[in-house]
């Protein structure tokens, strides 16, 4: 299992990719006939799990930088590190890839080499562009995609609405999408909720926090808005920052995003506050005891941890219609999906009509750790029958 270089296991704070590194690990070790090694940063470890790792300290700061900057030579070395070791053990059925694009790139590669076992590479970010995306500044990465021989080389998304963007090109080793999922059970769950909203995401236009802000000034509502700000977690960081002129990070997007967009409602409306990057029991307080998430992505989101985070403590989601919102939403039953931002604030105010207990069972049936382990066992089973057959 090669996670991304940049942050340890188990996480601690903001974790997307990693978070569903780690639970998906700690499950497949309860899988009869599976064992699991763990490639990933070594600035803390796993109980249980024998992890191998070439950096030893965290690199949080270096994921806002540009792929040509530092972060490719970490991630380089990180591939280059890992390879040397499962060619040298020589045991490996198969490695499971979670390092957006350049992952895919490096194992199309590397999976043609003799007694490099086949690879299984998640797409878990958005890596088929758009006219959008590319207009945001995104570059087109398709072309990159379709031109790749891949080896043995296999893929698979975390949600059919990104699956569906695939490059015509790789349709031949695309597997079936498999939900991303969480150790729902850690999550307290609390049908009792307080009086205030929340929102859990990265600061960024595309999360649309917002219009989460404009609906809580608007209704005078109780509106906790939680993150990182480019990568700051601290609110006594971010009010620093803010006040200085010269910050290194004004030219930083997300930063202007927070300073330009958001903090005008956090200064003139005292009920909407930055509650900073929550962890631990924190973090789970935040969530279980919250009238609603609200999550109003202005982008096709491939997934969404904080959605269901939210709904295994109970706690119901009103979103934007897009992306993969559908195949984690059942309007009316764990939450409200909007088509547009007056429907958004008028399922806000309807959020009472949600059960808890609904919301609940929802992440247990679908998005328990447990489910997404034996899909990706299935899918494991399938890259190993598929590379035998070209053998």
């Given at each position: 299992?090669?996670?991304?270089?940049?942050?340890?296991?188990?996480?601690?704070?903001?974790?997307?990719?990693?978070?569903?590194?780690?639970?998906?690990?700690?499950?497949?070790?309860?899988?009869?006939?599976?064992?699991?090694e763990?490639?990933?940063?070594?600035?803390?470890?796993?109980?249980?799990?024998?992890?191998?790792?070439?950096y030893?300290?965290?690199?949080?700061?270096?994921?806002?930088?540009?792929?040509?900057?530092?972060?490719?030579?970490?991630?380089?070395?990180?591939?280059?590190?890992?390879?040397?070791?499962?060619?040298?053990?020589?045991?490996?059925?198969?490695?499971?890839?979670?390092?957006?694009?350049?992952?895919?790139?490096?194992f199309?590669?590397?999976?043609?080499?003799?007694?490099?076992?086949?690879?299984?590479?998640?797409?878990?970010?958005?890596?088929?562009s758009?006219?959008?995306?590319?207009?945001?500044?995104?570059?087109?990465?398709?072309?990159?995609?379709?031109?790749?021989?891949?080896?043995?080389?296999?893929?698979?998304?975390?949600?059919?609405?990104?699956?569906?963007?695939?490059?015509?090109?790789?349709?031949?080793?695309?597997?079936?999408?498999?939900?991303?999922?969480?150790?729902?059970?850690?999550?307290?769950?609390?049908?009792?909720?307080?009086?205030?909203?929340?929102?859990?995401?990265?600061?960024?236009?595309?999360?649309?926090?917002?219009?989460?802000?404009?609906?809580?000034?608007?209704?005078?509502?109780?509106?906790?808005?939680?993150?990182?700000?480019?990568?700051?977690?601290?609110?006594?960081?971010l009010?620093?920052?803010?006040?200085?002129?010269?910050?290194?990070?004004?030219?930083?997007?997300?930063?202007?995003?927070?300073?330009?967009?958001?903090?005008?409602?956090?200064?003139?409306?005292?009920?909407?506050?930055?509650?900073?990057?929550?962890?631990?029991?924190?973090?789970?307080?935040f969530l279980?005891?919250?009238?609603?998430?609200?999550?109003?992505?202005?982008?096709?989101?491939?997934?969404?941890?904080?959605?269901?985070?939210?709904?295994?403590?109970?706690?119901?989601?009103?979103?934007?219609?897009?992306?993969?919102?559908?195949?984690?939403?059942?309007?009316?039953?764990?939450?409200?999906?909007?088509?547009?931002e007056?429907?958004?604030?008028?399922?806000?105010?309807?959020?009472?009509?949600?059960?808890?207990?609904?919301?609940?069972?929802?992440?247990?049936?679908?998005?328990?750790?447990?489910?997404?382990?034996?899909?990706?066992?299935?899918?494991?089973?399938?890259?190993?029958?598929?590379?035998?057959?070209?053998?």
């Open positions: 299992m090669i996670a991304p270089p940049w942050l340890a296991l188990p996480i601690k704070g903001y974790g997307g990719i990693e978070l569903v590194v780690q639970s998906l690990v700690q499950e497949l070790q309860r899988i009869d006939g599976v064992s699991v763990l490639f990933a940063n070594g600035a803390r470890r796993m109980k249980g799990v024998r992890t191998h790792a070439y030893d300290r965290e690199y949080f700061d270096a994921i806002d930088l540009p792929y040509y900057d530092a972060p490719l030579q970490i991630m380089q070395t990180h591939f280059n590190f890992a390879l040397k070791e499962i060619e040298a053990d020589g045991g490996f059925d198969i490695i499971h890839d979670h390092n957006p694009y350049i992952g895919p790139a490096y199309s590669l590397a999976s043609r080499i003799a007694g490099v076992p086949p690879v299984l590479h998640t797409f878990h970010g958005p890596p088929f758009t006219a959008e995306t590319i207009a945001g500044g995104q570059a087109d990465n398709r072309p990159q995609l379709s031109l790749m021989n891949l080896g043995r080389l296999y893929m698979t998304c975390i949600s059919d609405a990104m699956a569906k963007k695939a490059p015509k090109e790789i349709k031949p080793h695309m597997l079936r999408a498999v939900h991303n999922a969480i150790a729902y059970e850690q999550f307290p769950f609390e049908p009792v909720k307080q009086n205030y909203y929340i929102t859990l995401a990265r600061f960024t236009k595309d999360k649309g926090q917002v219009t989460a802000a404009k609906f809580a000034a608007k209704y005078k509502k109780r509106l906790r808005m939680a993150g990182t700000v480019a990568g700051i977690g601290s609110n006594r960081k009010l620093f920052e803010l006040s200085n002129p010269l910050s290194k990070y004004r030219k930083n997007e997300e930063f202007r995003y927070y300073s330009d967009k958001i903090l005008p409602y956090v200064l003139t409306y005292p009920r909407i506050t930055y509650s900073g990057n929550l962890s631990g029991k924190r973090k789970m307080q279980s005891c919250a009238k609603a998430l609200l999550f109003p992505i202005e982008w096709e989101e491939p997934f969404g941890m904080a959605v269901i985070e939210a709904l295994a403590c109970g706690t119901p989601v009103v979103a934007m219609n897009r992306g993969a919102m559908p195949e984690i939403i059942e309007h009316g039953v764990n939450g409200f999906l909007a088509n547009s007056r429907e958004f604030y008028e399922y806000a105010l309807r959020v009472d009509e949600i059960s808890p207990e609904a919301c609940r069972n929802s992440v247990e049936m679908y998005f328990s750790a447990r489910v997404m382990a034996e899909q990706y066992v299935e899918r494991y089973r399938e890259v190993i029958a598929l590379t035998s057959t070209e053998e």
